[in-house]
C-alpha cells in the first residue's frame, strides 16, 4: 500500500495550515474524504436528487436503487447475512441509542445487569445509564489491566445468569486497545446475554464479519471510513430486529395507518422513518468500494506500524507518556510533562499538525488514567513515516517552547 500515493486522492490534505504543508493526525475523529466519494455523493445532487421507495419515476428508481445499493455495500463489508440485518441510521450514537430504547425496555427489567468497560465512549455509556435508571438495572464494568486491557477471566467474573446485556467497544478511540469481543460474546451468550458491539474505530481499519464475532448488534459510523457525516449502520441479528418495536414513527417505516393503529413495515424499513440520509447513504457504499480496494488488511498493517514508529519515536522525548496498550491500532494517545494537551495541539497547530486533545469522551477513562486531558495523534491510510517525524519534531519544539517559558 502507497500511502502517499493514496494521499493524492483526498483534496482537502493537499493544503497549507499556517505556512506549513498539513498533516492530518485526527482521523479517530472524522477521517477525511477521497475524491471518489465526494464526486459520487455531488453525483446523486446533480443528476437524481429524489426520494426513495415513494416514486415510481425515473430519478426515484434511481435513488432508491442507489440507496439500496449501499445496503447490499454494507451488508457485505461486514458479512451480515441479509440486508434485513442492516439498518441505516445517523451514526454510532444513533444506533446504540436504537439498541438500548428499543431492545433494552423490552427486555432489561429491575435486578438485571448491564456489563460494560470503563473504557468506553460516552456514546457506549449514557444510553446504558439511562436504561438503568428507567427499568432498575444495575451496571457493573469489567476492571482494566494496567495496560488498558482486559482480561477475559475478569469478563468470567463479571458476567453472571443476572447479565441481559454486555457491551464493550471493538477499539478503543483513546487506548488503542483491541478487545477480544468474540471471545466475550461468548461468555456473555454462555450466561443468556447477548452482545453489543461499538465498531465506530474497528470498522474503518479492519476487516469486520459479524458473523465470526457471533456478535447480536455491531454500529458504526460512515464519517470515520472515508464517508460522508450523517450516515452510520446497526447490524442486528434479525431474530431481535424482528422482535423490537420501532423508536421513530412517521412515514415510510408504515403498512397500515388507521385513526387509531398502525402497523409497521417489514425489516429493514420499520426502523428507517421519515425521509432517509439517501445522498449519505451513497456516499457510504462508495466509501466502502474504496476500502475494498485498498484491503482492509493492508490498511491495519499500515496503522499498526505507524503506530509503533510513532511510540518507538515519542518514547525518546523526556517527559513523554503514552497511554495504552504496546499492540493496538492506529492510535497513540500521550501527553507531555508541564504541558497542558489543549497547549500541545495549540502549538502542533501552528506547524500544520491536527491531534486531539481533550477527554475525547471517555471521562471515566480520564478519571482511571488520572488525568483530566490527553493528546491524541491518530492514524489512516493516508498518513506516512515523514507525518510521523513532522510530528515528533513539533513535540520536540513545543517542549522547548514551554521549557523555556517556564
Known amino acids: 500500500m502507497n500511502a502517499l500515493e493514496l494521499k493524492k486522492q483526498f483534496p482537502i490534505l493537499n493544503q497549507q495550515v499556517n505556512g506549513n504543508d498539513l ?17 459520487k455523493v455531488e453525483d446523486y445532487y446533480r443528476r437524481y436528487n429524489s426520494n426513495v421507495h415513494r416514486g415510481v419515476h425515473t430519478l426515484g428508481t434511481l435513488a432508491t436503487d442507489g440507496y439500496e445499493g449501499a445496503r447490499e455495500k454494507v451488508r457485505s463489508f461486514i458479512g451480515a447475512q441479509s440486508i434485513e440485518e ?58 482494566l ?43 456473555a451468550h454462555r450466561h443468556g446475554a447477548i ?43 434479525k431474530k431481535w430486529l424482528e422482535s ?41 457504499g462508495a466509501a466502502i468500494d474504496f476500502l475494498n480496494e485498498v484491503g482492509l488488511s493492508e490498511i491495519e498493517k499500515h496503522e499498526q506500524e505507524l503506530a509503533h514508529y510513532a511510540m518507538e519515536q515519542m518514547s525518546e522525548i523526556e517527559g513523554m507518556t503514552i497511554y495504552g496498550p504496546k499492540h493496538r491500532a492506529g492510535v497513540v494517545t500521550f501527553n507531555l510533562d508541564d504541558v497542558h494537551p489543549h497547549d500541545v495541539a495549540t ?4 506547524d500544520g499538525i491536527a491531534v486531539r486533545a481533550g477527554h475525547h469522551c471517555a471521562q471515566p477513562l480520564m478519571k482511571w488514567l488520572n488525568v483530566t486531558a490527553t493528546a491524541r495523534a491518530s492514524f489512516y491510510l493516508y498518513n506516512t513515516k515523514d507525518d510521523v517525524d513532522r510530528l515528533v519534531t513539533g513535540l520536540v519544539k513545543t517542549k522547548e517552547y514551554f521549557g523555556d517559558v517556564f
Open 347 to 350: 502549538a502542533l497547530d501552528a
Open 23 to 39: 498533516v492530518y493526525l485526527d482521523s479517530a475523529a472524522t477521517s477525511q474524504k477521497p475524491l471518489s466519494v465526494i464526486e
Open 145 to 187: 489491566q494496567e495496560d488498558g486491557t482486559i482480561d477475559l477471566k475478569d469478563v468470567e467474573n463479571t458476567v453472571t445468569e443476572k447479565t441481559k446485556i454486555v457491551t464493550m467497544m471493538h477499539v478503543s478511540n483513546v487506548l488503542g486497545t483491541v478487545n477480544p469481543v468474540k471471545e466475550v460474546a461468548e461468555i
Open 86 to 143: 442492516i439498518i441505516f441510521v445517523r451514526g454510532t450514537t444513533t444506533a446504540l441509542n436504537l439498541v438500548a430504547s428499543s431492545y433494552g425496555r423490552a427486555n432489561v427489567k429491575e435486578g438485571d445487569e448491564i456489563v460494560l468497560t470503563p473504557m468506553e465512549h460516552h456514546s457506549n455509556i449514557i444510553p446504558w445509564q439511562q436504561l438503568a435508571k428507567a427499568t432498575g438495572a444495575t451496571l457493573k464494568y469489567i476492571p
Open 244 to 284: 423490537m418495536e420501532p423508536v421513530e414513527f412517521g412515514g415510510e417505516m408504515i403498512d397500515f395507518v388507521g385513526l387509531y393503529d398502525s402497523t409497521w413495515k417489514e425489516l429493514p424499513w420499520k426502523f428507517e422513518g421519515g425521509t432517509p440520509i439517501i445522498a449519505g447513504a451513497i456516499g457510504l
Open 195 to 237: 452482545m453489543v458491539v461499538d465498531g465506530a474505530q474497528s470498522t474503518p481499519h479492519m476487516k469486520i464479519d459479524v458473523q465470526d464475532l457471533d456478535c447480536d448488534f455491531f454500529a458504526f459510523s460512515g464519517h470515520k471510513m472515508v464517508g460522508p457525516t450523517g450516515i452510520g449502520a446497526l447490524y442486528g441479528k
